[in-house]
């Protein structure tokens, strides 16, 4: 009888545990344009005013897949040296906990669980050594410190009523210039995934896309690896959220069998929280992927916002919230944009621009 009642406990709190209604946000790409809007290397305004508005929107906590800074590079502003790593951190960090979002472990606010993106592995002055301790310095040492014994506090994964969360460093590997060799640990994930087989929703979260959008640089170049990670997380998760291009893009995806025929699809969701407009040197994006089995399905560019994901039950929603008060733009003759910031952040006024639901099976 007692092992009767203690079986029927358990199933009650499994699915008092499954219908638990949470919401979380999505941050990405916060860096500066050191020449016009922050020699800090960081977007101030936009992360006080992404990450009070998430708060509002009632966002229990932020993932953030990287290039919160402009980080470690010679051109950085025409007339200064970039600060060191370590003092654009704790710009962002500032910025993040004047408004209530903080690290792991830090009381009174709602957590930031951070991965690197490109801008925070870049080494053009100081050796890759004092870049890697500069992240665990500031905002590693925080994280949880179950990744691969060669990245703690760079990839590692954590829990929340019953989802399953992982963040992924894709830079460990990748060559000095932070453009090749972007992979991440599928050993790992695999081990993650099969540890977990009761997580109801598994949400991964890096930097850089699974299928190129503007960038070329990212997971897609190699295309294997690419798919056996799609293929790993695709029974249990119907988004994949990243950063990089610094607009929000929004593209159903295919998850490709080993025979290369599509035997899955679900969402990849491009996030940009405040860092520069692709105007200028790089001519603006055409909205179409060079796959053509990637179907576009939002893109919206000249805004500034987050993902506020809601989990009820087996039912996930996605809303991208943004504003396009942050700048105001100009467009010349040749097509080159020219940006007018406004920091006015208390001023900005947010909206959903664009939203999606899925449920798993």
């Known amino acids: 009888m007692k092992n009767l009642l203690l079986a029927l406990c358990l199933i009650f709190l499994t699915v008092i545990?499954?219908?638990?209604?949470?919401?979380?946000?999505?941050?990405?790409?916060?860096?500066?344009?050191?020449?016009?809007?922050?020699i800090t290397g960081v977007n101030v305004s936009a992360v006080k005013a992404v990450c009070s508005h998430l708060i509002q929107s009632g966002a229990e906590f932020v993932i953030a897949p990287g290039d919160f800074i402009c980080g470690n590079v010679t051109w950085y502003n025409p007339t200064k040296t970039p600060p060191d790593n370590k003092v654009q951190y704790q710009a962002f960090l500032t910025a993040c906990r004047s408004v209530g979002v903080g690290l792991p472990g830090e009381e009174n606010?709602?957590?930031?669980?951070?991965?690197?993106?490109?801008?925070?592995?870049?080494?053009?002055?100081?050796?890759?050594?004092?870049?890697?301790?500069?992240?665990?310095?500031?905002?590693?040492?925080?994280?949880?410190?179950?990744?691969?014994?060669?990245?703690?506090g760079f990839t590692y994964s954590f829990l929340y009523k019953g989802s399953l969360f992982i963040g992924m460093d894709q830079y460990m590997h990748a060559n000095a210039a932070q453009n090749d060799s972007i992979v991440l640990n599928q050993a790992w994930l695999d081990k993650v995934l099969l540890k977990y087989p009761e997580a109801l929703h598994v949400f991964v979260f890096g930097h850089t896309p699974a299928f190129a959008a503007q960038h070329q640089d990212c997971l897609g170049q190699d295309s294997i690896a690419r798919n056996k990670f799609m293929r790993s997380i695709s029974s249990r998760s119907g988004v994949y959220f990243c950063g990089h291009d610094h607009f929000y893009a929004r593209a159903n995806i295919p998850v490709?069998?080993?025979?290369?025929?599509?035997?899955?699809?679900?969402?990849?969701?491009?996030?940009?929280?405040?860092?520069?407009?692709?105007?200028?040197?790089?001519?603006k994006w055409n909205g179409v992927y060079k796959n053509t089995d990637v179907k576009t399905e939002a893109y919206i560019d000249n805004a500034v916002g987050y993902q506020l994901v809601t989990i009820d039950g087996k039912n996930v929603t996605v809303e991208f919230i943004a504003t396009n008060d942050a700048?105001?733009?100009?467009?010349?003759?040749?097509?080159?944009?020219?940006?007018?910031?406004?920091?006015?952040?208390?001023?900005?006024?947010?909206?959903?621009?664009?939203r999606f639901s899925y449920e798993l099976p």
């Open 256 to 283: 490709y069998a080993t025979n290369g025929e599509i035997e899955n699809r679900m969402q990849q969701v491009i996030t940009p929280s405040g860092a520069p407009f692709l105007g200028g040197f790089s001519p």
């Open 327 to 354: 700048c105001t733009f100009t467009i010349d003759s040749t097509g080159v944009y020219s940006y007018r910031y406004n920091d006015n952040w208390q001023t900005w006024n947010f909206a959903t621009m664009s």
């Open 17 to 38: 545990g499954h219908s638990q209604i949470f919401k979380f946000a999505v941050l990405c790409d916060t860096r500066s344009d050191a020449a016009n809007n922050g």
């Open 109 to 152: 606010m709602i957590t930031l669980y951070a991965v690197r993106g490109n801008h925070e592995c870049y080494q053009q002055i100081l050796p890759k050594k004092s870049i890697e301790e500069a992240w665990l310095m500031s905002i590693g040492y925080s994280l949880p410190k179950n990744g691969p014994d060669d990245e703690l």
